[in-house]
């Protein structure tokens, strides 16, 4: 079945780790996301990309960094930097980015990260 | 002005009841727009999509106000099994990025 895969579902983080959160899609969308929601909140996005080997900041970018080496892969790396990452993390994809019609945003499962 | 704001809630109305809540977006030159539910600790997921002035899928009705920038979602007989958070969400050709509402939470009694 087509659709996003992220891993690991859960994740503790000890103070001062990197860690690097997983997305795979096979739906062939040229268009990938990552989102943060902390508790209660609406998502905030933190990149995004259109093409592979190009990705662009979003609205919370500082302590996280990411890469588009293939189409179908999105990873995202939660760094030291980031001072509070304990949230839930999602990764969505889409046809191609911004206000086309019909620009369906599509969700993985989403990964819990907490801090220890 | 926030670039997508809705009202959080919680509307707290009983089974059977018809609630709607809005969603207003401040970019004049967005030309689709959507509704997503998501419960709690869950991913959101698509209910409806809005390209013109309306959209109509059961119990659920989106409705688009061009002129005053905002949408809304209306939801008929009510269902315990409708609780959730609905999110708007607004995409901005401008800026190649997708807007989230920070969501209106819905919370249907016996």
């Known amino acids: 079945d087509g659709g996003i895969t992220q891993s690991p579902k859960y994740l503790f983080r000890k103070e001062g780790q990197n860690v690097t959160l997983s997305c795979e899609q096979n739906?062939?969308?040229?268009?990938m996301y990552w989102y943060r929601q902390d508790p209660g909140q609406g998502l905030r996005l933190i990149y995004y990309?259109?093409?592979?080997?190009?990705?662009q900041k979003g609205d919370i970018a500082e302590g996280y960094s990411v890469s588009r080496e293939k189409k179908e892969s999105f990873p995202l790396t939660v760094t030291s930097a980031q001072k509070n990452p304990t949230a839930f993390y999602l990764c969505?994809?889409?046809?191609?980015?911004?206000?086309?019609?019909?620009?369906?945003?599509?969700f993985g499962e989403g990964s819990w990260l907490t801090v220890v | 002005r926030k670039e997508v704001e809705q009202d959080p809630g919680p509307f707290n109305v009983p089974e059977g009841a018809t609630v709607a809540f809005n969603c207003t977006y401040s970019?004049?030159?967005?030309?689709?727009f959507f509704w997503y539910r998501q419960d709690c600790r869950k991913e959101p997921k698509l209910l409806m999509s809005?390209?013109?002035s309306g959209n109509e899928d059961g119990r659920f009705t989106a409705q688009l106000n061009r002129a005053s920038q905002y949408i809304s979602l209306l939801i008929r007989d009510s269902k315990l099994s409708d609780s959730a958070t609905y999110l708007c969400?607004?995409?901005?050709?401008?800026?190649?990025?997708?807007?989230f509402g920070s969501g209106t939470r819905l919370s249907i009694r016996p």
């Open positions: 990309s259109q093409i592979v080997n190009d990705f």
């Open positions: 969505a994809s889409s046809i191609a980015t911004g206000g086309s019609s019909g620009n369906t945003i599509y």
């Open positions: 969400v607004v995409p901005y050709s401008s800026a190649s990025k997708i807007i």
């Open positions: 809005v390209y013109s």
């Open positions: 739906l062939n969308h040229d268009a």
């Open positions: 970019n004049s030159a967005s030309q689709s």
